[in-house]
């Protein structure tokens, strides 16, 4: 049956990289937590990384330079931002660049389910999460 995805958690929260691991887990994924984007981009699971679940705000690198960065590095990897403060530009920008999901922190399992569904080709629903 092959390997689980690996799903990566960048955020500056320690409970908040915390708890998206375990649910991880308990959805049979792979889960790696970063503690900035700066760590993640340094690693070396770029490549084995299936998605990116990622803060918007953080200290350093931000969840857009991430996005940014990435997108430049040659390899495609889906990203869905959490955020504790929405802002309808920001999301705007996110979801034209590419993002998956732009959830708003405390995040809906279930969306954010869908969104990682989404990023490994697994879609069965298509309406898009915190949608208005």
Not at 13 to 32: N, P, T, W
Not at 44 to 61: F, H, K, Y
Not at 111 to 121: E, S, V
């Amino acid at each position: 049956m092959g390997t689980s995805p690996v799903i990566s958690i960048v955020d500056d929260d320690d409970s908040v990289r915390e708890a998206m691991c375990g649910l991880m887990r308990s959805m049979g994924f792979s889960a790696k937590d970063f503690a900035s984007a700066e760590e993640f981009l340094a690693s070396d699971r770029l490549c084995e990384t299936s998605c990116v679940i990622a803060d918007v705000q953080m200290p350093g690198i931000g969840g857009l330079e991430l996005q940014k960065r990435l997108g430049t590095t040659g390899i495609a990897i889906p990203i869905v931002f959490i955020t504790a403060y929405p802002d309808a530009r920001i999301r705007a920008i996110a979801l034209q660049a590419g993002a998956l999901g732009f959830l708003t922190k405390p995040v809906c399992e279930g969306d954010l389910l869908t969104c990682i569904h989404r990023a490994l080709g697994r879609e069965d629903r298509t309406a898009m999460p915190d949608d208005p």
